[in-house]
């Protein structure tokens, strides 16, 4: 069997809030937003060498350029009166603070990897507990800002890149499955577009009435499930379309290295014929590397890079030198 | 300036007939034929090692695959009863026998080199006129079977290469302007499309009443004019595209090197850029490969090396992976 590039990242959240103190989105003045970055900063820097990084204080880009990374949320983003990040070196650990809830702790690990992202998160979370007394119910568990989130407080995730499931059009029967299930799929660049990555993310959307490991064993067992059914796809793909599949994907890669132009959204086209040619056998390319070049190139990220403000073209002309000089 | 790969190749064609035979069309039976080539063999073998190929002993690809490269006509492609050609080793001189006229003497050379391409044709044509009786007439000149070619029975040609030309339709008025002196350009293929290579041939029309040392004379001073146009043209081309044209040309060699189907066509496009880009210091890549490639890729030489039939997919399949490989 080819090489299983599907389950790409795995991903932990658990939303948490203190006791006393009203929700983020009630409290009274900076005091309240400041006391939960201190209680962040004891507790978390115990465990690990966390980076503080408010939002007031970064500008637009680098917040923009955090949200790309799915670092985080849109909404921590443009809280530039008290949102803030804790986050580790290797930026696989993330905590936003003053987000939704007081804390939002995340773990995110490459490949499928649940089990080692929850262990991160909960060595976070008793870290948390012990420093602090957190909002919890006996009867419901956690208690959150949003009902949706209340009792584990946990949202566990992967991150699916189904190239084949995408282009044989399987993917919408796959998203209503998932749902009987309890689970969620949704794309990650604009909703299931075939244009548009082919990556998914994976999630549980019930986290009351249920234990941590029963989210964690679903999660797992229907992305696994779903991971099978993308390599039949594939090779169903390679065996009716052959060499003209091979030469659509071989080429995108050729393109990929002699580009001087490239729009973000050609290069997620581009990514996902060169993910899914390595997947094949068709290539042989560090896919980490390719996966690298697709997080830098975003728009806010590639302008960081650059260190300069650029308009569309300018980044276009960027992102392909970029590119260009990390594939040559 | 950037280097000049305008002039491609120089070409001498002289036409020469026996005095003591009829000519070609006008043969009795198979001993006229059969002295045409006995004497060439007898008059070339002293200055060069020829191989000579009979029309009706080569297969229909081989002698498809000598008229792609130039070697020999459709006309004598097609003349399997007494048609014959006598090709040097490094198939830089020609001689078409049994062709319109009993010998067409054709010397080539690479880049801009009429003058010696006239003196490998001429040594010939001393070769063949100590060997046989020539028609010719004190008035006229050589007597030829067609009276365009009447007089020195010269043909002295250039082949150009004229993106820059063709993309801006310039290319029409340099036509207009080369006939009023006497000259002619043609398409190599398929007369002046964009798409098709953007090979043209430069040669005079008139061989009568004009010395050989003029015609050469007025060739070679149109070829550098057109040159110098065409090498204007590309740089206003990159003056106004700038990094467009850059993107489109270094494209074409990211999909020459990756490609796993190629038709005829589309290699006639990229070899166009990349040649275009390799003029305009844009790319560094071996321009004689590249030419190599072109030639051997047209449909009966890449038949040829396969060694094999092969219906039009086939071949192009063999073609891309040709070219993955010579560039690999």
Redesign the interface.
Known sequence: METSNVIVSSRIRLARNLKNLPFTHKFKDAKDADEVISIAEKAFNKINAFSLYKMKDADEIKRIALVEKHLISKELAANTVNGALMLSADESTAVMLNEEDHFRIQSIKRGFALDEAYADAHKLDIALASTAMLAYSDTYGYLTACPSNVGTGLRASVMLFLPALTATNSISSVIVAVQKMGLTVRGIFGEGSKADGCMYQLSNQISLGITEEEILESVKSVAKTIEKSELEARQLLLNRQG??L??KL??S?????????MSSKELRELVTNVKLAVSLNILDVDEKLIDEISTDCQPANITLIAGRNMNDYERD?MR?KYIREKLN
């Open positions: 060499v003209a091979k030469d071989s080429r890669y050729g393109i990929l290295k002699t580009a001087y132009v002309v392909a």
